[in-house]
């Protein structure tokens, strides 16, 4: 028995392998654990400590006049400082610059002839010899809160946020987006494999050329192009159809040079084989190359939805950002510019938006797997 001792290199690469996945998935952990977490518990601590207890300084207002009952000529408004009751107070005053004044238990005296008593789960009573106000008094606490999960987050973000819509829009925007350049590329790159043409290799440089032409840059062109075109036909700006047209566009360079190396790549046997038995280009592309490409098929569309999903400057552009269009990475933009204390709504948000990527590649890579299986050989 021989050992086969792994190579410096292969050792390398799987420890590469494990740091990216670990730099990848505790970002994404931490995220999911915010999302779950109480509001003010996410502006309390990290999520690192989600599972031990926190110290939080609330505010709390009593109900006053409203809340108040009679008793022996006093005026008494009780309650629990605390939300839902849990927790345990520790500290608790009756000015925003002393929050820490007095000790639970104890009774203070505050205006009025007022006496406030906070007792260590939150309970208090409020008595005063005459009638309390409507706005009540503010009770400042400090107090040790346990963890406290909820969907609650998750609630706000898929109905009172809107981004129930924006999700959809997405999806409208990225499933022809991905699709429509995977097969307009997937034919041409065929062509430009076994397909004989005038100036085909002029055709692929150019094409090769295209590549380091910046998105931003052919923007605006692109846009006046599409807005000139769009008035001569009385078609309207602003469409699902201009996105996805735009998106083709910025996609298929990429698309057709990687789609191009593979399929040039296939046996040219099986194209001769096939052309003998009479069958045309067409009947080739959809009987072999379709079959055999699969995998990068597969791998172009991972990148293609990975990059149509998460689009802001093309949606914008193309799309613009009203309530029937915006896309979901806009609405994200505009909670973060309009909302950017409320962590547990744009953690949400984020996680809702990664979701379907994650589904994508992961079903991809099924697709993957059997393409790569459909590509070997058989016998007959």
Known sequence: MYSHKKSPLVWFSHITVLVLVVLWTIPTFGLLVTSLRDKDQIVASGWWTSLSTSTQNLIYRTPGEAGQTEEGGLYINTGNALEDGAGKVSRFGTSSLRPQEFEVGQTVDL????????????????????????????????????????????????????????????????????????????????????????????????????????LQMSLIPLLKMYNAIGQTFDVPAKTYVGIWLAHMGFGLPLAIYLLRNYIAGLPRELMESARVDGANDFMIFNKIILPLSYPALASFAIFQFLWTWNDLLVATVFLGNSEQTIVLTARLRELLGSRGGNWEILTASAFVSIIVPLVVFFALQRYLVRGLLAGSVKGG
């Open 111 to 214: 205006d009025d002839g007022m006496q406030l008593t906070v007792e260590e789960n939150g309970d208090y009573r409020l008595t005063s010899p005459e009638s309390f106000s409507r706005r009540g008094e503010r009770i400042f606490v400090t107090a040790e809160i346990p963890p406290r999960f909820t969907f609650e987050n998750y609630r706000n973000v898929l109905t009172a946020e809107g981004i129930g819509q924006s999700f959809l829009n997405s999806l409208t925007v990225a499933i022809p987006s991905t699709i429509i350049p995977v097969l307009v590329a997937a034919y041409a790159a065929y062509a430009l494999s076994w397909m004989k043409f005038p100036f085909r290799n002029l055709l692929l440089a150019i094409i090769v050329g295209l590549l380091v032409v910046p």
